[in-house]
């Protein structure tokens, strides 16, 4: 098994918290990529996870390998100035060359690469991705906004529900969560390695991100849990969107923690209370010890609940 550090490379991403503001990431933040590794974990049946790791811990979204007999797929591209690191972990497992790159989400933290696999690789996303990098979009939190992206950098085929994606020996079932994490999600299923990657509607560490300006919600995310229980067995692994590789059990946790956080803001939002009140008030003070989160991680939950449940 190829196993790099990834033992110490979970135990920095949980110290370190949820590091990367919430709310649609820059296309990539104020880092020294050069000190961003690629650790590879092999997950069996030629499917690997490759995770990105700098000093204050992971750095970006999770991406996965998927290699047939005659070329791979990949699960995401993390940012654009990993590309090069990407593509010789790849190549550290196997020769063949990459032929589909799967975005779960639009994210630049998670499509920020396309461009650097587009002239190998046919990109594939639920349709809505494709939409909101063409357009560009708008942090709900900041205000901040996104340019579009360039042509080579879009999904060149989309889907509206659900689709396979081929390759050698090797078929990665794609499904649309609706209305979760964003407008665009996709989660990929590998059933002959009996792993899940899930993009950002999970996170295992760390409070998720709901970018309820795109499509996203608190009910969708739940919604989306339930499914992936549905699809998955005690045995399975999942690859979430960011943090540490997960299981059924790891999965039930997470889906337990949006249940309550969900109940927790609706019952203030019953009560009247403002977002402003609701984030004064830290209902969620006991998951904000276990994260590790700061004041701002901690509150700005809070605020993508509040906003996903009570539109402006």
Known sequence: MIFLKAAVA?????????????QQPAPAPAQDFSQVTVHTTDLGNKTYWLE????????GGNVAAVVGTDCIIMVDSNFAPMADKIKAAVAAVSPLPIKFLINTHFHGD????????????TIVAHENVRKRLAEGTVNGLSGARAAPVAADALPKDTYPERTMVRVGGRTAVVGHPLNAHTDGDSYVRLEDANVLATGDTVTFGR????DFANGGGINGMVTATETYLQLTN?????????GPLGNKATLMEYRQMLMTSRERVQKLIAEGKTE????????NADYDAK??????????????????????
């Not at 409070?207 to 709901?210: A, M």
């Not at 402003?276 to 209902?283: L, N, Q, S």
Request: positive net charge; glycine residues 10%.
């Open 10 to 22: 979970t135990a920095a991403f949980l110290a370190a918290g949820a590091a990367m503001a919430m």
């Open 52 to 59: 990105m790791v700098g000093p204050n811990g992971q750095m």
């Open 110 to 121: 998670h499509t920020g690469g396309n461009a650097a696999f587009a002239a190998g690789a």
């Open 207 to 210: 409070y998720p991100n709901i």
């Open 234 to 242: 005690d045995q399975t692994k999942i690859i979430p969107g960011h």
């Open 276 to 283: 402003a009140e609701v984030v004064a008030a830290k209902p």
């Open 291 to 312: 994260y590790n989160a700061n004041d701002m991680q901690a509150g700005n939950f809070m605020r993508v609940i509040y906003r996903s449940l009570k539109p402006a």
